[in-house]
């Protein structure tokens, strides 16, 4: 295991409640509500065989496991994975690394990576994530990743009332760079801008990529009202505006984060495509 991936087993198994994130806050609930619609959208019909990388502590599984799906659970952190098997329902599960998969070729109708990109703040780690996931993904089947948006940090930061000087130049630095300061909070990461996820998918060789935004553009609202007398009319405005501008190419960044999907070719196209470029 090298050091970022100590850092971020260390992060969730000693400082973070992933298993409480969903309904934590009403940007974590818009990112539940609408992550799960656009999945059903995208992904085959039951009982597909769903492998879902970076599961954490098994909420999406669960829920597609509910829905008919065959799921196979891989993450970084044993913990997580100890509460994915024990879980209700319980989901197979087992530890792994997003850039090495101790999966099959072509065994999934569909990948899922809803949180090792934001994780690896090298382009060529995320890249050679997005390739290993097309590589156990059937031809034709899907690939579905999300990243956390370029302007996540400082519009939290704006709505929450915590947007203090420092914030501020974090919202510089964030604007060339990319890359979160832990020291700031959370864990070291990186947030993407729209072309960039759509460039490493290609990257991959993924083809036809395309990016919805999750939360929508009023997420933000729904924080700055979430303890007030109008926070559930916000929420469900909220939840309304990002169903409508779910794909608006001058709103897709303005969400917390965003989720891409990409079609695994078929074996003929792949004829002198030579393997995937993974350079930084």
Known sequence: MDHLSGEIVAYYTDRYREDLRLTARPQARLERTRTLELLRESL???PARILDVGGGTGEYARAL???GYRVRLLDLVPAHVAQARAGRPAVDADVADARSLPEDDDGYDATLLLGPLYHLPHRADRCRALAEARR???P??????AAISRFAGPLDFAATGRLDDRMVEEAKVLLTDGRNDPRVGFTHAYFHRV??????FRTAGLVDPAVDGIEGPAWIAAEAAADGSMAETVFTAALRLARVYRAEPALVAASAHLLARGTVPDHASDIGRGEPDLLP
């Open 44 to 46: 085959p019909e039951p």
């Open 136 to 138: 156990v993904t059937r």
């Open 140 to 145: 034709g089947g899907r690939v579905l990743a």
């Open 195 to 200: 072309e960039e996820l759509v460039d490493e």
């Open 65 to 67: 496991v509910t829905l």
